[in-house]
């Protein structure tokens, strides 16, 4: 063997994988985006194994750092790192990591709430890489092959980190089949949850299911939104479409709201708001479950007299893809025009798009278009994003993806 490898020349033994740039392709990089795609992508060396590390390399020879390779997305890299200097190994890992959960410890009192995002992908600068806290269980998603790569690693860094009673993945999404992997779903540390687990959010109690909710079980997103409602809740008749298991309306009723009707399609979701309600100890008097498609139940209520103080309007993703953007224009319109037309006059609307392809100005414009149509005159008092915990680039604009306003309506 040693005689063999002395016949190889200095660079043969060094060898990494690497890609190169085209020339000139490099400016997105610089800016410290992320990703590179695969038409920014001159030639690739020696690479073998999908989610590996490889070398970044410009157009003109130039060594910029390091990134995951994906042999199957068209996001072939996710950058790692833009600092040649690094070394990309464990310890590396465990740094970023560790900085994501320090930027936690400031922003989150655990005793108000112990359910939040601790990395959230790009952007915290481990791409791919989702890791939500429940209580004492971790939920991850694996969301690219970098992050698939590095999987043992980064559980036994959770773990000796947290000392979770089980760290549970739910990589069963489609994102995973871009990236050549297969879906995932299962526990991969410690035990497995029994049942639901119970959290607490800003004080007030939540079950979650970390197996068959939504997400990796609930929506951590909308923590500091659901906390403004509560400025609005005192007395008020509430209107909360696409309840899920009742988030915004505990918070609401916990506030002094005199009643809040959820509306949701799925009976899984709005039992367990149900047994949120029963948790919190709140009357059963003073909420409704009504479980429909919002669309037919909005102009159901359109064709009764009902008026509403408070209405929040709360949708799935609608625009999964750029090629989807007008039709889910034109839903988000429709809730929007038929929602304002509930409102009495100094209604409030809490209005919210979670989808990354319809930018701010264009929920902005959707929504003036409803009020336009639905002759309202319509006060912005507030622009709402996702909670602080779900991290923000400037760098990777992608990564905002929760928009929201809170409208007084004349
Ligand atoms: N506001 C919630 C999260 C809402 S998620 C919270 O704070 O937890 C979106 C919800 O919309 C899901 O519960 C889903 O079941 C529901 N949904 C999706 N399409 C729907 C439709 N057409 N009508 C009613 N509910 C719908």
New binding site residues.
């Given amino acids: 063997m040693i005689p063999f490898l002395f016949s190889l020349n200095r660079n043969e033994i060094l060898k990494m994988p690497s890609i190169k740039l085209k020339k000139g392709r490099d400016k997105s990089f610089n800016r410290k985006h992320p990703w590179i795609f695969s038409g920014a992508i001159d030639s690739v060396k020696d690479i073998k194994v999908n989610g590996e590390t490889v070398d970044i390399i410009s157009g003109d020879g130039k060594f910029l750092g390091y990134g995951s390779y994906s042999l199957q997305s068209q996001i072939s890299v996710r950058v790692l790192s833009f600092n040649p200097g690094d070394k990309i190994g464990r310890e590396f890992i465990q740094q970023r990591i560790e900085n994501a959960i320090q930027f936690r410890k400031q922003i989150i009192n655990d005793e108000s709430t112990n359910a939040y995002r601790i990395i959230n992908a790009e952007s915290d600068s481990l791409p791919g890489l989702v890791v939500d806290k429940y209580a004492d269980f971790l939920v991850c998603q694996f969301l690219s092959s970098g992050a698939e790569f590095w999987k043992k690693e980064i559980i036994e860094i959770l773990s000796n980190h947290f000392k979770p009673k089980g760290i549970f993945e739910r990589s069963d999404s489609d994102v995973r089949e871009k990236e050549g992997l297969q879906q995932s779903k299962g526990i991969l540390y410690g035990k497995a949850s029994e049942g639901l687990i119970e959290i607490i959010e800003n004080g007030n109690k939540f079950l979650v299911d970390i197996v068959l909710g939504?997400k990796t079980g609930?929506?951590l997103d909308?923590r500091v939104n659901?906390k403004l409602l509560q400025n609005f809740s005192a007395g008020s008749e509430i209107l909360?479409?696409?309840?899920?298991?009742?988030?915004?309306s505990v918070y609401a009723l916990k506030a002094g709201a005199s009643k809040v009707i959820n509306?949701?399609?799925?009976a899984e979701?709005l039992s367990l708001a149900e047994k949120n309600f029963a948790l919190n100890e709140i009357d059963s008097s003073k909420y409704e479950n009504t479980q429909?498609?919002?669309?037919k139940?909005l102009r159901k209520l359109r064709d009764t007299n009902k008026q509403f103080d408070v209405i929040?309007l709360?949708?799935?993703k609608f625009a999964e893809s750029v090629s989807q953007i007008e039709k889910a224009a034109r839903g988000y319109k429709d809730i929007n025009l038929l929602a304002l037309k509930l409102l009495k006059n100094n209604g409030v609307l809490f209005t919210f798009s979670c989808s990354g392809h319809i930018v701010p100005d264009l929920f902005n414009k959707i929504i003036a278009d409803a009020a336009a149509d639905a002759g309202r005159e319509v006060h912005i008092l507030k622009y709402l994003t996702q909670s602080p915990d779900h991290t923000m680039l400037t760098s990777f604009p992608e990564g905002l993806y929760l928009k929201g306003l809170v409208c007084k309506v004349n």
């Fill in positions: 939504h609930f929506y909308q659901r909360n479409c696409f309840s899920y298991t009742g988030g915004f509306v949701d399609s799925s979701a429909d498609d919002v669309f139940y929040v709360d949708p799935p």
